[in-house]
């Protein structure tokens, strides 16, 4: 269970070290931060629009990345369901 | 108008959640066809060469359908459980050409193999309403020593102001699990003795409830909730596992004998479950944070944490350079063992179950490596990208593995 915390603690770092990399425009920092909520309405969209915007933005990297891991590491799964399996050695 | 109305369509798919393979939320494009090169090498282990292709088109305004295709070669040598110093020991023997395991005389823990995989799936998306989506997908894949097909169904909804999307998807998988010579050993049956058993057959279930939500202009958020099950012959018809026994046994640092070797046995049902999630965030000066945390747990006792870290770094000419970074760490499995100790379990004794794949003992992963690519027209996307493994295994043999990932990606639009 250490470890989840010791995950979750980099996880914080990391988010805050790209927080930093949005100081050039301060003013609008805190405002577009990374938990910050607003309500968007659909004209404000257009940067969520962007395909590197996608939560799975390159779906062969994905597809190749979740087949080696799969094949050498016992944790699966998370992002989705389905897709065929394999007897990897 | 109609660029708005794409950016719009965009939009609303960029709250869909995502199957691993999914490259649905393309666009409004006609036609997407993305295809990929991946070379993957293991240092004096397995070398794969695979080749993945993805076909996305619209058949309708509310109807999108993919076809994936991937093709792989898979040789080398892997860690077959047993322990080294047996002499001439020959680990597994498969017929001349028949692919699979194959002698390997004089080594005793890593086996050769190759072998090929061929696997095609089916994907069909509804939109219903606008708000609600439906996939249906379908998949076999093939090799000499495997085979599965597996159904899927994912349903998506999106809120009346499209912030949040709310997701369910359910799967199913039927397994054939065989040597390459046909049908499995018998569990904890003496290496080379035994009966052969009919093929092993496992069915697979799995469900995921996925909340995606936008929290601002510039960052998505998800988290899934997967549930599911293994049942069935769980068992690697190809693993081994040795009975040791200590020179001294007063003194455990003197070393020990290796008196037999068995195949290994596993349960035969696995409950597994995870939480999931995932984030991205463009920031100010448009580069593009991707970063995503699992926490999975199993009833093998097998506990993982997995942080994913990329930093898409946008530069002008539609080029970016995207560093990777990824941390993974494992519990062993409550039956993972290093070796039968005779010690423990007596001269003819065994646990329950027993297996010392070192894909089930503790593990510490890391990932390092980059992604660059280039737009070269309004439809044309070129990615590259090379990566490092390195695997450390607490009690394995082979205490790490390190890997090299090369992937050559082309993506092309039609309208």
Known sequence: ?89 | MKSIQKKLALATCSLLAHNAQSVMAAGAEDWAVDASFLHYEEEERITVNKMIGTLVTNISESDKVKVDLVFDTMSGSTPSGALEGAGSFTTITTPSGAGGFSASSGSTALAEFSDTRLGVSLDWEHTKKRLYRINYGSSISVEKDYTSFGLNTNYAQDSSSRIVTYTAGVAVAFDDVRRSTGGTPEPFALYGGGETLENGTRVTLDTIFGVTRVFNRRTLGQLNFSTGFNEGYLTDPYKLISRTQLLDISDPSAGFDEKDTYYESRPSVRQRSSLYGSMAHSTRNDNVLHMSYRYYWDDWDIVSNTLDFRLKIRYENDFFIEPHLRFYDQTAANFYYFAIEQEVFGPNGFPEYGSADYRLDEIDGTTLGFNIGKTFSAHGKLRVRVEHIRWQYKNSLFDVNEALVFQLSYKKLFE
Not at chain 1, 44 to 53: N, V
Not at chain 1, 76 to 87: D, S, Y
């Open chain 1, 1 to 89: 269970m250490h470890k989840s915390k010791k995950y979750i603690a980099v996880l914080l770092v990391l988010s805050g070290l790209s927080a930093c990399s949005t100081m050039k425009d301060v003013s609008n920092t805190v405002k577009d931060s990374l938990f910050n909520y607003e309500k968007v309405k659909p004209w404000q969209r257009g940067e969520l629009a962007k395909e590197d915007m996608q939560l799975v933005d390159d779906g062969l990297m994905t597809y190749a990345d979740d087949h080696i891991y799969f094949s050498k590491e016992a944790a699966t799964g998370g992002k989705g369901v389905g897709g065929g399996g394999c007897g990897c050695n």
